[in-house]
């Protein structure tokens, strides 16, 4: 029998698309965030995003099978996340986590996650 996982007590992909997607609204108007996607369509990185979160919690491994190990610290080292950007990125994540339903008890779990993410991602100071 197959363990139950995160992922699959959430809704899976159709949640986890859900979050990435009120998520990437936010960063689209963002005026610290946005900058530092380069690319003039949210889009791919709303894809990588989601399908991250997706093996993360137990999901498919799609992420991993098309991009390899994430290395996220590396994959952000060429920008410049200060507290500022931490903040206005879990805001964005917190919005898009209230778009939702989840349980308390699945909030504060994807919730801590995102809240240690964003810590770990600083690079700069400030």
Do not use: C, K
Not at 10 to 27: C, D, K, L, P, S
């Amino acid at each position: 029998m197959d363990a139950v996982t995160f992922y699959d007590e959430i809704g899976g992909e159709q949640t986890i698309r859900a979050v990435v997607a009120r998520f990437y609204e936010g960063i689209a108007t963002d005026d610290v965030l946005r900058p530092m996607y380069p690319e003039a369509d949210l889009g791919p990185a709303e894809e990588r995003l989601a399908l991250f979160l997706m093996q993360y919690w137990g999901g498919p491994t799609t992420y991993s099978d098309e991009r390899g190990h994430p290395r996220l610290r590396m994959r952000h080292a060429p920008f410049a996340v200060d507290s500022l950007a931490r903040d206005r990125w879990l805001l964005h994540f917190r919005a898009g986590l209230d778009s939702v339903d989840l349980t308390p008890d699945q909030d504060a779990q994807f919730w801590g996650y995102a809240q240690h993410a964003a810590q770990f991602m600083i690079n700069t100071p400030g």
